[in-house]
């Protein structure tokens, strides 16, 4: 890895900070500070993504005990081919204007073309404090940054455009966070996870330039995004703005799409944590839907609120795109034309969302006003009767119509012992309640028996699109305990197992199930802060 041919021309072509001293304060004028990361005291390799190191072509197991490796993945080496830096950006947090903020604990180290023609960054987060730190000290804990490293790479292999995660390594050092905000702040074990992207760019870094006015630097960026990231619009046209947020949101709207095709919960959807290449960015508080609740989030310090909860993803979205098309109208001609771009996004969610949810219930479209009566009364039986999103949705893949025709036994009696597994309550099939199930199952059926795609075969195509494996908060939390007391080996198995989320892993039931009842409400099990 350290001989990889590496690139600064974030660095080279844009002004940086003048001040070199690692001090916090307000830095204007330009769009990231030079900063070293700090050496951590006993650096140790505890993941490692191959699949991404492959892509790459940058390593092989062999070199997993490279000792320069691991030094450079924990920031204690740094090549002199590169020229470390934290983007300053700005951003709307919780719905208001939060001013600077900009990369607290995460640095670039540079970006890297591959033999493949790959172009990424690489970026280490928790190496240390940098000039918008604000007042924290730059460094991650294990625990976030085990859910980082896994959620990252369990996007990917879910098919969910994503940064991505390449190690995780351990310092030896022990890092204070109050996990509670209650005022018991206690030490942690400290990681640093080395994360790769073709940008770590975000909504955040063109609003702090419009915000203080630095108009030059916001066009001379978003050529430079342009130029690099969307090839097919001519930076030139006079209308190129325009056509980027356009882009932009066609992209944003297929990464909420498949946010909401398996129910994942991204937790913090501030404007500084969206990415301008609709790439999921930043893995805080997130969760999975366990029990439909369209209002839940992970978030603890947003459950009162719940500004960024499951169902409120695709207009929190919309909200965000409008930040960034203000930022834009200094550069633009047409400003209706910049307004037309959070039309376009809509219309694409909208579209994409359906498409995708057509597919997961295994039918040709939900044009049809009996397909849409059919949608609208599932997601009144699933939060009706507690139903987990993800068993539901994979149970359902294998209901066999064809089984069914033949078999004597009552269809709607053998429907209700198919998706039993997926209930938390037992009310959920008490006799009074089972009935609308069954009318829902009968309905479903006879819109199936219409579509000519062999049963077989929707079945296969249905599990393609719904996962059996997700990153549950249980999951996550369980393998989190098992490393804080030095045992990496469920973190492990579970890496290995959300590497094939939609294959059935017979071997891997237990991690396939609903959580303990205990861990629904638990903190850490469940809901999160942002403390990390």
Same mark, same amino acid.
């Given at each position: ?58 390593? @092989? +197991? &062999?070199? !997993? ?6 030094? /450079?993945? %924990?920031?204690?080496?740094? *090549? ?116 790769? @992207? +073709? &940008?770590? !760019? ?6 702090? /330039?419009? %915000?203080?006015?630095?108009? *030059? ?316």
């Amino acid at each position: 890895m350290t001989e990889l041919p590496w690139l600064s021309r974030f660095v080279d072509r844009f002004p940086g900070d003048p001040v070199r001293e690692n001090a916090i304060r307000c830095v204007q004028g330009v769009l990231y500070s030079e900063v070293q990361p700090t050496p951590v005291r006993l650096p140790q390799l505890m993941a490692w993504s191959d699949s991404l190191a492959n892509e790459l072509g940058i390593a @092989s +197991p &062999s070199l !997993l005990e490279d000792e320069i490796l691991i030094k /450079l993945l %924990a920031g204690n080496y740094v *090549s002199p081919k590169m020229k470390p830096y934290a983007a300053r950006y700005g951003g709307h947090q919780f719905g208001s204007w939060a001013g600077q903020l900009g990369d607290g604990r995460a640095i670039t180290l540079g970006e890297v073309v591959t033999a493949k023609s790959i172009r990424r960054e690489f970026q280490l987060k928790g190496a240390g404090p940098t000039p918008y730190s604000r007042m924290a000290d730059g460094r991650a804990v294990l625990r976030s940054s085990i859910r980082e490293f896994l959620c990252s790479e369990a996007m990917y292999f879910l098919g969910i455009p994503t940064t991505r995660a390449l190690s995780l390594v351990t310092t030896g050092e022990g890092v204070i966070r109050d996990f509670f905000y209650d005022g018991h702040p206690k030490a942690e074990p400290g990681a640093i996870i080395c994360r790769v @992207s +073709p &940008s770590f !760019l975000r909504f955040g870094n063109f609003e702090i /330039l419009a %915000a203080y006015q630095e108009l *030059s630097l916001l066009k001379d960026l978003a050529q430079f995004v342009i130029q690099d990231h969307y090839p097919e619009l001519d930076p030139k046209d006079p209308h190129v703005y325009e056509k980027f947020l356009c882009e932009v949101s066609k992209k944003t709207a297929w990464m909420i799409a498949h946010w909401m095709r398996v129910g994942f919960v991204h937790g913090v959807m501030n404007t500084d944590n969206m990415s301008i290449l609709g790439l999921t960015l930043d893995y805080g508080p997130y969760g999975w839907l366990e029990s439909y609740d369209p209002s839940w989030t992970p978030n603890m310090i947003d459950a009162d609120r719940g500004r960024y909860g499951f169902g409120n993803q695709p207009s929190i979205a919309q909200w965000n795109l409008t930040r960034l098309c203000e930022a834009f109208l200094p550069l633009v001609r047409d400003e209706a034309r910049v307004y037309e771009s959070l039309e376009i996004y809509r219309v694409t969610f909208e579209q994409v969302h359906k498409a995708m949810l057509s597919k997961k219930l295994g039918l040709e479209s939900l044009d049809s006003q009996d397909t849409q009566e059919l949608v609208k009364n599932l997601w009144i039986l699933l939060q009706a009767f507690e139903t987990d999103y993800t068993i539901f949705f994979r149970l359902l893949c294998d209901w066999t119509i064809e089984q069914n025709d033949k078999s004597h036994e009552n269809p709607g009696d053998k429907f209700i012992h198919l998706i039993s597994p997926a209930f938390y309550s037992i009310r959920s099939i008490e006799p009074h309640l089972r009935e609308q199930w069954i009318y829902w199952s009968e309905k479903y059926t006879a819109i199936l028996k219409l579509i000519e795609s062999k049963d077989a075969r929707r079945r296969a195509q249905m599990k393609l699109v719904n996962p059996k494996y997700v990153l549950r908060n249980y999951l996550a939390q369980n393998v989190i305990e098992a490393a804080q007391n030095g045992d990496f080996s469920p973190l492990n198995r579970l890496f290995r197992v959300l590497k094939a989320p939609y294959e059935d892993q017979p071997q891997e039931e237990d991690l396939a199930v609903k959580p303990p009842e205990w861990a629904r409400k638990a903190p850490g099990y469940s809901t999160l802060s942002c403390s990390s």
